[in-house]
């Protein structure tokens, strides 16, 4: 009964969340408001990506760029030189940014903690200088711009902000659904024993390799999306955009910052950046470079000194004392 | 022909002294403490930067504020693993991790927003100078850095080996547990291991002024670098840092020198990732030292 009556007040509670991101748009007209908007969504959306291996399985990669610049290109490249709508290209950039994630995932898996890490900003840093490097493969530093086609629905081109909102607006709720399916699953269970130690993990019977292979699949695959999304929305791609290091570490950052491991963690950590980002912006004009990202690092490092549950730890914590102020209600 | 490749090896090995000094401290705070300094290339920044204004408003020499930025990042570095890194040391790798990343990007865009991103020189009177071995040239500024830099690595190895303190930080990185059973105070060495590694940060950057610009992101190179040594040199190994870094220097020179002028950093990750695809342990092959 108990259970039962939690679980339907969470649908509510769902179903009245989803209903009031639909009508956003639709009420708030500021374009620069729904630019906010947009972005919140397609950085919790990276955030949800590298929240279920970096999270569950606290594979701490800081080089999710490299798969964000695989799927931007590879639709872009479809779209300019072959004329295929970036509907298509988005999935088939997911599934180069998958092939891809085998031979990295096969180099930096072999390593453990810190240098994990390392090696994965290594990999996204060297398919940066590729692209850079081969201007035959790519159009080199300069980049490209999107061909601005007007209102082309079926090539992801519209008139309207609000048509881009609603389609990160999808994009993240798939990202949701997949991690809500793999949290209640034994897939979730396997990551996070191999999170918690995974030579314990290993010990009783959990194939730590293949579990980690198939959970940087799924990963690079939905960053792929969002790289495709992000490079149409800006109608321009060059590498350092495309690759930018800040793209791995914001992945990272909305998640921890929002709760590492819990599916709505990112969601929280980039409301929470992206608005003081927003707030810094228009209070210093943008005029000094670095602010941001000064603000960003004093916020991680509070979190990991205080709160290394991050902000659904706050939150779960406060709740667990208001019910356990009120026994007899609950 | 052979003038080229000597002359690119002369390169690569008198840089591939600053590299050392930096990837040096990276192992040593590896080794010791269990943590890896994402921040240590910052502390190269810092050390460029406190050198330039003292040569800038001062007029003192970058080697002569050598004796300031060693003690100053030195008392930087106790600070830091007292106040900072000592609380989050544990099993759980996500703080470790986070923490000297967020110190990195903190510094990293302080210095961005007091400094601006303008590069800083500092002109001496050696800055133009060099020696010259038949066809070879040898800048002379590189070559004091060079003796500099293995004359502190000479004395760090002399410090681990031949007093207690270096004992007891050797001791401690071998088995922290047994280490604290007998009776060596884990954050002291802990607190010594950071400071010496940050002073040799901060040389790198007093010994790099004279023929380097400073600039908020200078320290990325050299972390970079640093990190690839380490890994190849194998972890926490002081010596196996040092051949590395030497080794670092010669290839980036060399591919600068055969495949073209900003290919360094492809020779780096290409030798990163043969490490990690055939020698994962390092070329010396697990033993920390």
Known sequence: MMAQGRRARGLLWLAIGIAILIALPQVVKSSFAIDIFIRILLFSFVGVAWNLMGGYAKQLSLGHAAYFGLGAYTSTILQVDFGISPWIGMVAGGVVAMLASLPIGWLCFRLRGPYFTIATIATAQALMLIFLKFRDLAWGAEGTTIPNLGSAPLMMQFETKAAYYYVVLALLALGLVITYLIERSWMGYYLVAIGEDEDAAEAIGVNAPKIKRDIYLISSFLTALAGTFYTQYIYFIDPATAFSFNISIEAALVSIVGGIGTLWGPVIGTVLLETTSTLLQSWLGGSIGGVQLTVYSLILMAVILWRPTGLMGVATEAWQRHVGRKPAQA | ?289
């Not at chain 2, 210095?111 to 500092?122: D, Q």
Request: hydrophobic share 60%; glycine share 10%.
């Open chain 2, 1 to 289: 022909m052979w003038e080229t490749v000597a002359q690119a090896v002369i390169n690569g090995l008198l840089i591939g002294g600053i590299y050392a000094l930096v990837s040096i401290g990276v192992t040593l705070i590896f080794g010791v403490v269990k943590i890896v300094n994402f921040a240590q290339g910052e502390f190269v920044m810092i050390g460029m930067y406190i050198s330039f204004f003292l040569a800038n408003q001062f007029g003192i020499d970058p080697l002569v504020s050598l004796l300031v930025t060693m003690p100053v990042l030195f008392v930087i570095g106790v600070l830091i693993q007292h106040f900072l890194i000592r609380r989050v040391l544990g099993p759980n790798d996500m703080p470790q991790i986070f923490l000297t990343f967020a110190l990195s990007l903190l510094l990293l865009n302080l210095a961005l927003m007091l400094f601006t991103a303008n590069y800083r020189t500092v002109h001496t009177s050696y800055s133009d100078e060099a020696f010259h071995l038949g066809e070879l040239y040898i800048p002379e500024a590189k070559l004091i850095a060079f003796v500099v830099a293995m004359a502190l690595s000479g004395a760090l190895w002399v410090f681990l080996h031949f007093t207690d303190l270096g004992k007891a930080m050797r001791a401690a990185s071998q088995n922290r547990d047994v280490a604290t059973l007998m009776g060596i105070n884990p954050n002291r060495v802990f607190c010594v291991a950071l400071g010496i590694a940050l002073a040799l940060a901060g040389a790198a950057g007093s010994l790099l002024m004279p023929f380097y610009s400073a600039y908020p992101f200078v320290g990325q190179v050299f972390v970079l670098m640093a990190f690839v040594a380490v890994v190849l040199g194998t972890l926490g190994n002081v010596i196996g840092a040092l051949i590395a870094s030497l080794m670092m220097g010669v290839a980036e020179s060399l591919g600068i020198q055969y495949i073209g002028a900003d290919s360094g950093l492809i020779v780096v990750f290409a030798m990163l990732l043969l490490t990690l695809a055939f020698k994962p342990t390092g070329l010396g092959g697990g033993r920390a030292r």
